[in-house]
């Protein structure tokens, strides 16, 4: 396992020296959030309802901003074609890179996410249930999509192309974590939504590595 940790370590590092990308990443977050309640008005209601489903898009838009950088540098500099043609398993340097994304992406954004609830007047009921429809559903969205940025890896105008590719898989998991959100502060059961949304991630894991590893290949060959 030690390569995969170097990998790890290595895109945790890389995040930090170029902490501007995570910074840009969060900033979008907060300010698509901040500006629907000024786009809807102050009243404290409509914010509360729309609170979960503002918050769930704006995470999902963020991480869809920062999915270019996953492949983008090591293609341009060509560490890919070292991971795809040494002994190493591409498929677990695939994973070494998305938990990576997820610890520089989708962790911050599910610590900022209590802060912005409050701010949209959220019922204290839905913040345990919105951090943890997160904690479940940021990765697969990380999941889904290195399958897209893996498939218009030096592509031009590759951005556009992972949101036209990803953004039609990204529709269940928005509308479970919503749901979740809302049955709670509806006092409904939402656990039959967190399943689902446990079972998109195990499916993600299984699937999306490999399919990601196949895609790397054929772009590198």
């Known amino acids: 396992m030690i390569p995969y940790v170097a990998v790890l ?3 945790l590092r890389s995040s930090i020296r170029h902490g501007a990308d ?45 999915l270019d950088r ?7 500099d060509g560490t890919i074609d070292l991971f795809v043609t040494s002994d190493n398993s591409l498929i677990l340097v695939v994973v070494a ?14 610590l900022l996410s209590p802060i912005l609830a409050t701010m949209l007047n959220l019922p204290a009921s839905g913040y345990l249930m919105l951090a943890l429809g997160l904690l479940i559903g940021t990765p697969v969205l990380t999941l889904i999509g290195a399958v897209g940025a893996a498939l218009v890896l030096g592509a031009r105008r590759g951005g556009a192309m992972i949101a036209v590719v990803v953004l039609p898989l990204y529709i269940p998991v ?35 590595p490999p399919t990601a590893a ?3 290949r054929a772009v590198i060959h």
Not at 70 to 75: I, P, S, W
Not at 99 to 110: D, K, N, R, S
Not at 180 to 206: E, H, Q, W
């Open 9 to 11: 370590r290595r895109d």
């Open 22 to 66: 995570t910074v840009i990443v969060l900033a979008f977050f907060v300010v698509t959030t901040v500006l629907f309640p000024l786009g809807v008005g102050p009243v404290a209601k409509t914010l509360a309802t729309i609170a979960p489903g503002v918050i769930w898009v704006a995470a999902l838009l963020a991480t869809l901003l920062s």
């Open 70 to 76: 996953l492949f983008a540098a090591d293609y341009e």
């Open 97 to 110: 890179k998305c938990l990576a994304h997820w610890l520089t992406t989708g962790l911050p954004l599910i």
């Open 174 to 208: 928005l509308i479970f974590g919503v749901l979740s959100v809302d049955a709670v502060i509806n006092a409904i059961n939402p656990f039959p939504n967190i399943l689902m949304l446990t079972a998109a991630l195990l499916v993600g894991i299984v699937v999306a």
């Open 214 to 216: 196949f895609a790397l």
